[in-house]
């Protein structure tokens, strides 16, 4: 039988992999860290997405699933993150 390929989750979908919720994280990230070099507070991302129905456990693998692929990175600490353009 032919070999499918592998693909990550929501590979090539919306900013962040395509999920409601990775795509808010992006969103709030690229905004609230425009023009910051110390990027944005994870709690402030919790606080802010929380108000949205996304639980804190959530946005917090969300986070480490942006980082991982890419598409954000710590800043001054691991609670502090900014847009990898």
Do not use: W
């Given at each position: 039988?032919?070999?499918?390929?592998?693909?990550?989750?929501?590979?090539?979908?919306?900013?962040?992999?395509g999920?409601?919720?990775?795509?808010?994280?992006?969103?709030?990230?690229?905004?609230?860290?425009?023009?910051?070099?110390?990027?944005?507070?994870?709690?402030?991302?919790?606080?802010n997405?929380?108000?949205?129905?996304?639980?804190?456990?959530?946005?917090?693998?969300?986070?480490?699933?942006?980082?991982?692929?890419?598409?954000?990175?710590?800043?001054?600490?691991?609670?502090?993150?900014?847009?990898?353009?």
């Amino acid at each position: 039988p032919p070999i499918q390929q592998q693909h990550g989750v929501g590979a090539g979908q919306g900013l962040g992999g395509g999920s409601p919720l990775n795509d808010s994280v992006l969103q709030y990230i690229m905004s609230a860290g425009e023009g910051s070099d110390s990027g944005v507070n994870i709690n402030d991302i919790i606080g802010n997405l929380s108000n949205k129905g996304f639980s804190a456990n959530d946005i917090r693998n969300a986070i480490n699933h942006l980082s991982n692929e890419g598409h954000i990175y710590s800043t001054i600490d691991e609670n502090h993150y900014q847009y990898a353009c």
